[in-house]
């Protein structure tokens, strides 16, 4: 079957499915997107992804392309189309084609694409022995709170951290203190069993998933901490864990080479991790 794709009001497949070479995603990375996850046919979190994608774009001084009612129809059609019930939907609006110059254009009709795929998640997610992560500084731009295109520190991170055999990198502040991973929120568990994740502000990008857990969190009697954490207080810490859509709660086992706790996920991670499953598999509601 082949993958099909949303692209200005079109369904293509895949192949077929192009934008303009002078998009400006393409030549200023002058767009947003969001990922999001799909369980058991249901979008998690789309209100929040939506309200992240509303404000990202606002930030661009660009509104919501299309009714969120016709986003979420689209995002269900791409969904039926590629026969994804477990998966990922990933949607990016850019400010469309215009001739090349750096001011926005009088008029470009913002540009829309969706597509989705399937990913095998409760298993992958349930079956884990935790990651590797390893440091770096946080060279971005100081708007991290937008989820812009704009991806090349992260992708090189992402890449360093393959090339030593880690799963993440995590970026550090001059002050020596994690801001987040390269594609997931960091966080560490204190002696006292508090989950402990950075403060919201722009040089973080605030994580669906991030949200969700703090909730859960709560709701178990979990104590939540949102402050900056040191990478020498996360290497000391009994656990560390991410979060994001498509990594849903991983244990961290190494930082830099150095084991985390015991080397193996722990009783804090582990919970989180069942509970964020069950809320994904519907277990638990939905506010
Ligand atoms: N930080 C960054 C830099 C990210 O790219 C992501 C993934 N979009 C996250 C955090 C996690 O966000 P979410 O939980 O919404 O996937």
């Known amino acids: 079957m082949s993958r099909i794709a949303y ?18 995603g393409y030549q200023f990375s002058d767009g947003v997107y969001e990922v999001s996850a799909v369980c058991g046919g249901r979008v998690i979190d789309e209100e929040p992804h939506l309200d992240r994608l509303e404000r990202s774009l606002g930030e661009l001084r660009m509104n919501l392309p299309l009714p969120r009612t016709a986003l979420r129809l689209v995002t269900r059609e791409v969904l039926r189309r590629n026969r994804v019930r477990d998966g990922i939907v990933y949607l990016q609006v ?14 470009a009709e913002g540009a829309v694409v969706l597509t989705a795929r399937p990913v095998r998640w409760p298993e992958r997610a349930a ?24 991806l090349l520190p992260n992708v090189l991170a992402k890449q360093a951290a393959r090339e030593k055999d880690a799963y993440e990198a995590w970026f550090v502040d001059p002050e020596g203190r994690v801001t987040e991973g390269s594609s997931t929120n960091a966080w560490i568990v204190d002696d006292a069993g508090r989950a402990v994740t950075r403060d919201l502000q722009s040089n973080i990008l605030g994580g669906i998933t991030r949200r969700r857990v703090i909730r859960l ?9 949102e402050r900056p954490f040191t990478l020498d207080e996360a290497q000391a810490a009994p656990e560390a864990f991410l979060t994001s859509t498509t990594s849903f709660v991983r244990a961290i086992v190494r930082i830099d080479g150095r084991p985390v706790g015991d080397d193996k996920p722990g009783p804090v991670t582990l919970r ?14 939905n506010r």
């Open 7 to 24: 692209v200005n009001g079109r369904y293509l497949p895949h192949d077929q499915a192009h934008v303009h070479v002078e998009d400006r």
């Open 94 to 107: 850019t400010r469309g084609a215009a001739a090349r110059d750096h001011p926005f254009p009088e008029a």
């Open 127 to 150: 079956d884990d022995d935790g990651a590797a992560v390893v440091s770096m500084p946080d060279g971005r731009w100081g708007r991290c709170d937008v989820k812009s295109v704009s």
């Open 217 to 225: 969190a709560r709701e178990a009697g979990i104590e939540v901490e």
């Open 272 to 285: 989180l991790r069942d509970l964020y499953l069950s809320y994904c598999r519907g277990g638990l509601s």
